[in-house]
């Protein structure tokens, strides 16, 4: 009994540690390359680490693109998509799970079809409204179009609140709360799992988003990450993977601190608020 | 908005009361769905309608636009190429969503206990999800190398044929499918642990004070209870699964002898380089 | 819903087609090549607004993969640069659709910047009907034959020279190949993707791809000097195996970018390509002391390199025109490499298409100058992409992912190459 229990957890760890270290390699590649040298990177036969490590490929991203300032730009662009997302698509969430209108379903099927389209075929007419609307080379332009909220995060918290017992509310309107508070007070600290599961999504989503903000934006100084490390890429030059590397590196890790920071809030959010 | 619902509005049968109410609720609506409805509807329904317009021109985004009617969709329907990522997109499609739906089930089935090291585990199998692409691309391009990549060399070890992963054209949609599956993995799992942990333990309790085995368990109340969040999961991989450009754009770029996975690639391929626009564009919005 | 489509369209279409308002006083000017190493922009920028104190100039540097995609992007947005980098690929279309400015009567005005100061070769792709259309930037031919001196030594291998054909090569190649290590070494290696090196060789053995490149007919890929071209390259890496597969050259990565690393790595000893492999590692050329020479052919007394190259022009949309021909003049004329030149990273900068430009370059003190000979006397040889509408896609459509079944003997030669000429006939008959 307690053997087979044993054996149980053995072969359980022994399978995730295998599933853990497939999910490693490639991360673990691509900091190793990030400290190699050019000489080291592209082999038929390669090294996991670094020969002889070096900050030469963090040296030249540095000098190469303003990483600092695409670095500050990405991170400002996407947190205030993020929380525009959170709010904006909660309340219309709110709307599609817990008011009735007319038009409501039908709505809501527009929306739905407007997930299946994608972003290329939308690239030059948004491109020029957004031209229209005098935003190009700005930050609006990266922000704007965003920040109203996505049909993908309004869809997935409605089905969250769709699971919600009417019953919950139904105390506080007697006491006569109004949708506002109803939607502040109530739903949303129950959808806060849901909230951090769209958060994650959408931050992972405009971090590493590439096309928009490439044709949105001209200076230097305005460019997201994703774009200023296309440039080192691609080229006639040939790639520098080593300097690549390294830029993709730097730009992985605030993606990892937000999913540990959210991490608890997604998975213990969920038991505590207890939904069925 | 032009749509309108039927069905809804017959529902509420007028009284003098109720129809205030109605009213009432429907301004709350369109304050909450204002910034929603601004948002998407200008950037996305408007070009939408545009992309679908430009459609029926010959405009290559160049020169000037002149009306062509179907044309375009007609050069479309009699193109091989057409046809081929349409099959694809499909294939991969069907590979994707269950084989995602399954893998991410299992881990997090393991790791919804009370184990310890279970978080370090869940950020760990999130890492592919954030990675950069071009990262994973890579390494997965030197784990399919046909030649003297781990995968063959572990597989000509043990005696079984060592296939060109991403040189044979069906199997390389396996392959990408594979690679895709693996990266959004993780991010699947965190739904669905947090789905797991949401289903209260006392069911699990009647039914186990019922004498049902696990299996049973698993199939009777787990997987039940579990279904908004593999419906979620399914529309993600959905629609990511329609969009997916990155993976197969950099997996396949050094050979091209794989037809394109999906129609964004194709558009990818053809549209980034190729001067006929027109005809490349509406592929995705006759689609959808 | 009619209305709804009517006016998103009227949108779209008016924006499109409206001209664009820029400041009085600003100039765009749109390019690919990455600032990172050519960071002449800076000098040339801060040379051009010393003349120019009032001018604004915003240089959009765009990564050479995305640039086609974001210039079209603006141009249909109604949202275009003064200036634009137009590779010779997309030449034919810009100006077809009538996008860029015809420089002819700016060329006639300005008599110290001269059409004869350009090679010939350059000015003919960019001039259409006795017009030019753009001031050629650079060309640089796959026609180089870059070999580690070391390596041949090693092997007892005398130095190539330009008199070198295919079977010399060869020679010399299966002299240096090894394959008993753990680690094969190889004779020679293409630092391009396999349709380009391939194309290397259809040129090289006296094959085309059309019968007139500056005005197809019909497609030349299933003669005689083509079939055997293409039996040539197959055997390099697959009979001889003096070169490393192409699959095996995609699994680094990127084919181009895998030959460069073991030639770099000494494993290869012998690597073809072009003059910006050089100028992209000026470091590690001058580390194993590379050696170049003239690309070899089948015959030397026909000579034919394929090349791509780029050109700047001006946009019809553009407010600044004036302005914008004073820019260009500066920019490829001397000064403009001069500036370059004092900014870049070892001096490296892309081989001029002003040749008084070209000769200065070629007296400067850098590592890899001797590149520069043989880029000059393979710019009497050169073919560009076939002058068509729409090249790229007849190539991406029709040639590509047949003769990508080819080189990985997925498919016979002979009915395979019939095969690309049937669809490259009927797409330019189209």
Same mark, same amino acid.
């Given at each position: 009994?307690?053997?087979?229990?044993?054996?149980?957890?053995?072969?359980?760890?022994?399978?995730?540690?295998?599933?853990?270290?497939?999910?490693?390699?490639?991360?673990?590649?691509?900091?190793?390359?990030?400290?190699?040298?050019?000489?080291?990177?592209?082999?038929?036969?390669?090294?996991?680490?670094?020969?002889?490590?070096?900050?030469?490929?963090?040296?030249?991203?540095?000098?190469?693109?303003?990483?600092?300032?695409?670095?500050?730009?990405?991170?400002?662009?996407?947190?205030?998509?993020?929380?525009?997302?959170?709010?904006?698509?909660?309340?219309?969430?709110?709307?599609?799970?817990?008011?009735?209108?007319?038009?409501?379903?039908?709505?809501?099927?527009?929306?739905?079809?407007?997930?299946?389209?994608?972003?290329?075929?939308?690239?030059?007419?948004?491109?020029?409204?957004?031209?229209?609307?005098?935003?190009?080379?700005?930050?609006?332009?990266?922000?704007?179009?965003?920040?109203?909220?996505?049909?993908?995060?309004?869809?997935?918290?409605?089905?969250?609140?769709?699971?919600?017992?009417?019953?919950?509310?139904?105390?506080?309107?007697?006491?006569?709360?109004?949708?506002?508070?109803?939607?502040?007070?109530?739903?949303?600290?129950?959808?806060?799992?849901?909230?951090?599961?769209?958060?994650?999504?959408?931050?992972?989503?405009?971090?590493?988003?590439?096309?928009?903000?490439?044709?949105?934006?001209?200076?230097?100084?305005?460019?997201?990450?994703?774009?200023?490390?296309?440039?080192?890429?691609?080229?006639?030059?040939?790639?520098?993977?080593?300097?690549?590397?390294?830029?993709?590196?730097?730009?992985?890790?605030?993606?990892?601190?937000?999913?540990?920071?959210?991490?608890?809030?997604?998975?213990?959010?969920?038991?505590?608020?207890?939904?069925? | 908005?032009?749509?309108?619902?039927?069905?809804?509005?017959?529902?509420?049968?007028?009284?003098?009361?109720?129809?205030?109410?109605?009213?009432?609720?429907?301004? /709350?609506?369109?304050?909450?769905?204002?910034?929603?409805?601004?948002?998407?509807?200008?950037?996305?329904?408007?070009?939408?309608?545009?992309?679908?317009?430009? $459609?029926?021109?010959?405009?290559?985004?160049?020169?000037?636009?002149?009306?062509?009617?179907?044309?375009?969709?007609?050069?479309?329907?009699?193109?091989?190429?057409?046809?081929?990522?349409?099959?694809?997109?499909?294939?991969?499609?069907?590979?994707?969503?269950?084989?995602?739906?399954?893998?991410?089930?299992?881990?997090?089935?393991?790791?919804?206990?009370?184990?310890? @090291?279970?978080?370090? /585990?869940?950020?760990?199998?999130?890492?592919?999800?954030?990675?950069?692409?071009?990262?994973?691309?890579?390494?997965?391009?030197?784990?399919?190398?046909?030649?003297?990549?781990?995968?063959?060399?572990?597989?000509?070890?043990?005696?079984?044929?060592?296939?060109?992963?991403?040189?044979?054209?069906?199997?390389?949609?396996?392959?990408?499918?594979?690679?895709?599956?693996?990266?959004?993995?993780?991010?699947?799992?965190?739904?669905?642990?947090?789905?797991?942990?949401?289903?209260?333990?006392?069911? /699990?309790?009647?039914?186990?004070?019922? @004498?049902?085995?696990?299996?049973?368990?698993?199939?009777?109340?787990?997987?039940?209870?579990?279904?908004?969040?593999?419906?979620?999961?399914?529309?993600?991989?959905?629609?990511? $699964?329609?969009?997916?450009?990155?993976?197969?754009?950099?997996?396949?770029?050094?050979?091209?002898?794989?037809?394109?996975?999906?129609?964004?690639?194709?558009?990818?391929?053809?549209?980034?380089?190729?001067?006929?626009?027109?005809?490349?564009?509406?592929?995705?919005? $006759?689609?959808? | 819903?009619?209305?709804?489509?009517?006016?998103?369209?009227?949108?779209? !279409?008016?924006?499109?087609?409206?001209?664009?308002?820029?400041?009085? *006083?600003?100039?765009?000017?749109? %390019?690919?090549?990455?600032?990172?190493?050519?960071?002449?922009?800076?000098?040339?920028?801060?040379?051009?607004?010393?003349?120019?104190?009032?001018?604004?100039?915003?240089?959009?540097?765009?990564?050479?993969?995305?640039?086609?995609?974001?210039?079209?992007?603006?141009?249909?947005?109604?949202? %275009?640069?003064?200036?634009?980098?137009?590779?010779?690929?997309?030449?034919?279309?810009?100006? %077809?659709?009538?996008?860029?400015?015809?420089?002819?009567?700016?060329?006639?005005?300005?008599?110290?910047?001269?059409?004869?100061?350009?090679?010939?070769?350059?000015?003919?792709?960019?001039?259409?009907?006795?017009?030019?259309?753009?001031?050629?930037?650079?060309?640089?031919?796959?026609?180089?034959?870059?070999?580690?001196?070391?390596?041949?030594?090693?092997?007892?291998?005398?130095?190539?020279?330009?008199?070198?054909?295919?079977?010399?090569?060869?020679?010399?190649?299966?002299?240096?190949?090894?394959?008993?290590?753990? #680690?094969?070494?190889?004779?020679?290696?293409?630092?391009?993707?396999?349709?380009? %090196?391939?194309?290397?060789?259809?040129?090289?053995?006296?094959?085309?791809?059309?019968?007139?490149?500056?005005?197809?007919?019909?497609? !030349?890929?299933?003669?005689?000097?083509?079939?055997?071209?293409?039996?040539?390259?197959?055997?390099? !890496?697959?009979?001889?195996?003096?070169?490393?597969?192409?699959?095996?050259? *995609?699994?680094?990565?990127?084919?181009?970018?895998?030959?460069?690393?073991?030639?770099?790595?000494?494993?290869?000893?012998?690597?073809?390509?072009? !003059?910006?492999?050089?100028?992209?590692?000026?470091?590690?050329?001058?580390?194993?002391?590379?050696?170049?020479?003239?690309?070899?052919?089948?015959?030397?007394?026909?000579?034919?390199?394929?090349?791509?190259?780029?050109?700047?022009?001006?946009?019809?949309?553009?407010?600044?025109?004036?302005?914008?021909?004073?820019?260009?003049?500066?920019?490829?004329?001397?000064?403009?490499?001069?500036?370059?030149?004092?900014?870049?990273?070892?001096?490296?900068?892309?081989?001029?298409?002003?040749?008084?430009?070209?000769?200065?370059?070629?007296?400067?003190?850098?590592?890899?100058?001797?590149?520069?000979?043989?880029? #000059?006397?393979?710019?009497?040889?050169?073919?560009?992409?076939?002058?068509?509408?729409?090249?790229?896609?007849?190539?991406?459509?029709?040639?590509?992912?047949?003769?990508?079944?080819?080189?990985?003997?997925?498919?016979?030669? #002979?009915?395979?190459?019939?095969?690309?000429?049937?669809?490259?006939?009927?797409?330019?008959?189209?």
């Amino acid at each position: 009994m307690k053997i087979s229990k044993i054996i149980g957890a053995l072969l359980l760890h022994t399978t995730l540690i295998a599933g853990a270290t497939i999910a490693l390699v490639p991360f673990i590649w691509m900091v190793a390359t990030s400290f190699k040298l050019p000489s080291d990177i592209l082999s038929t036969a390669p090294t996991w680490l670094p020969r002889e490590p070096t900050f030469r490929n963090y040296e030249l991203l540095f000098s190469y693109i303003p990483f600092l300032r695409q670095f500050i730009n990405t991170l400002f662009v996407t947190i205030v998509i993020v929380l525009g997302q959170l709010l904006f698509s909660s309340m219309g969430a709110y709307a599609f799970a817990r008011l009735r209108f007319p038009g409501r379903d039908g709505l809501f099927l527009v929306f739905l079809a407007t997930l299946m389209v994608p972003n290329v075929v939308t690239l030059i007419p948004a491109f020029i409204v957004v031209r229209n609307l005098g935003w190009v080379n700005t930050y609006m332009a990266l922000i704007g179009p965003a920040v109203l909220g996505s049909a993908f995060a309004t869809f997935l918290l409605r089905q969250f609140m769709l699971t919600i017992p009417a019953e919950l509310e139904e105390a506080a309107k007697i006491d006569g709360a109004g949708h506002f508070t109803i939607y502040w007070r109530i739903i949303l600290p129950l959808v806060r799992p849901a909230l951090a599961v769209v958060g994650i999504f959408a931050f992972v989503a405009f971090w590493n988003d590439f096309l928009w903000p490439l044709v949105v934006i001209n200076s230097e100084s305005l460019k997201v990450l994703t774009v200023g490390i296309a440039g080192l890429a691609s080229g006639p030059y040939g790639t520098d993977w080593g300097v690549l590397m390294a830029g993709s590196t730097l730009t992985v890790m605030p993606l990892i601190v937000v999913f540990l920071a959210l991490q608890r809030h997604v998975i213990e959010g969920v038991a505590i608020s207890g939904l069925k | 908005m032009t749509a309108t619902d039927t069905t809804s509005a017959t529902a509420w049968r007028p009284s003098r009361r109720r129809s205030r109410e109605r009213l009432r609720e429907s301004l /709350y609506a369109a304050v909450f769905l204002a910034p929603n409805v601004l948002g998407i509807g200008l950037f996305v329904v408007v070009p939408v309608i545009a992309g679908l317009a430009i $459609s029926f021109t010959n405009w290559d985004l160049l020169g000037e636009a002149s009306w062509i009617g179907i044309d375009n969709y007609v050069a479309l329907w009699s193109d091989a190429l057409f046809w081929t990522s349409l099959r694809n997109t499909l294939f991969y499609t069907v590979l994707v969503i269950p084989g995602g739906l399954i893998l991410s089930l299992l881990l997090a089935l393991g790791l919804s206990g009370k184990m310890r @090291g279970i978080r370090f /585990y869940q950020a760990i199998f999130f890492l592919p999800y954030v990675s950069s692409t071009v990262a994973i691309a890579l390494v997965w391009k030197w784990i399919y190398n046909p030649d003297y990549g781990v995968l063959n060399v572990f597989l000509r070890g043990v005696g079984l044929p060592a296939p060109n992963w991403l040189g044979d054209p069906t199997l390389a949609l396996v392959s990408i499918a594979i690679v895709s599956i693996w990266q959004t993995a993780g991010y699947n799992m965190v739904l669905f642990v947090a789905g797991l942990r949401a289903i209260p333990k006392h069911y /699990y309790e009647a039914a186990r004070i019922d @004498g049902a085995g696990p299996i049973t368990i698993f199939f009777k109340i787990t997987l039940p209870l579990l279904m908004p969040t593999i419906f979620f999961v399914s529309a993600t991989s959905l629609i990511a $699964s329609f969009q997916v450009f990155n993976l197969v754009f950099v997996m396949t770029k050094g050979g091209r002898a794989i037809p394109p996975a999906s129609m964004c690639s194709t558009f990818g391929r053809t549209g980034f380089r190729s001067s006929k626009w027109g005809t490349h564009r509406q592929w995705p919005t $006759s689609f959808s | 819903m009619k209305l709804i489509v009517s006016s998103a369209l009227a949108v779209a !279409m008016t924006v499109a087609g409206m001209a664009q308002v820029h400041a009085q *006083e600003k100039l765009v000017i749109a %390019s690919f090549y990455p600032v990172d190493k050519v960071a002449g922009w800076d000098g040339l920028v801060n040379a051009f607004k010393a003349i120019h104190p009032n001018v604004e100039i915003e240089v959009q540097v765009t990564p050479f993969d995305q640039y086609l995609q974001k210039l079209t992007s603006q141009i249909a947005g109604g949202d %275009s640069p003064d200036v634009a980098a137009v590779e010779n690929t997309p030449f034919p279309q810009f100006v %077809s659709r009538n996008i860029l400015q015809d420089l002819t009567p700016y060329l006639e005005n300005t008599p110290n910047f001269s059409l004869s100061d350009f090679f010939p070769a350059l000015i003919d792709r960019y001039t259409v009907e006795g017009k030019v259309y753009g001031i050629p930037y650079d060309a640089q031919p796959r026609a180089m034959l870059f070999y580690n001196p070391a390596m041949l030594e090693a092997a007892g291998v005398d130095a190539p020279t330009d008199q070198w054909d295919w079977e010399d090569m060869r020679a010399a190649a299966l002299k240096l190949s090894d394959a008993s290590g753990s #680690e094969p070494e190889f004779g020679l290696c293409m630092a391009s993707d396999f349709q380009d %090196s391939w194309t290397y060789f259809l040129y090289g053995g006296g094959g085309a791809l059309v019968d007139d490149s500056k005005a197809p007919k019909m497609s !030349m890929i299933d003669q005689q000097p083509a079939v055997d071209a293409t039996n040539f390259y197959l055997d390099l !890496m697959y009979k001889d195996k003096v070169m490393p597969t192409v699959q095996s050259l *995609e699994a680094m990565g990127d084919p181009g970018d895998g030959c460069k690393t073991l030639f770099l790595n000494g494993r290869v000893a012998m690597m073809i390509g072009g !003059m910006w492999l050089a100028v992209g590692s000026p470091e590690e050329f001058k580390a194993l002391d590379i050696k170049v020479a003239l690309g070899p052919v089948k015959d030397t007394a026909n000579r034919v390199y394929p090349t791509g190259g780029t050109a700047y022009t001006i946009l019809k949309s553009s407010d600044n025109q004036d302005l914008a021909w004073e820019f260009i003049t500066q920019f490829l004329g001397q000064a403009g490499y001069e500036n370059a030149y004092k900014e870049a990273n070892l001096g490296a900068i892309y081989p001029p298409a002003h040749i008084p430009s070209f000769d200065w370059y070629a007296k400067q003190d850098i590592e890899f100058i001797d590149t520069l000979k043989p880029n #000059e006397e393979a710019l009497a040889s050169i073919r560009f992409a076939p002058f068509t509408l729409n090249w790229a896609e007849v190539s991406s459509k029709c040639i590509q992912p047949d003769i990508d079944l080819i080189v990985r003997q997925q498919a016979e030669v #002979e009915p395979t190459l019939a095969k690309i000429t049937a669809c490259v006939d009927a797409e330019l008959t189209n």
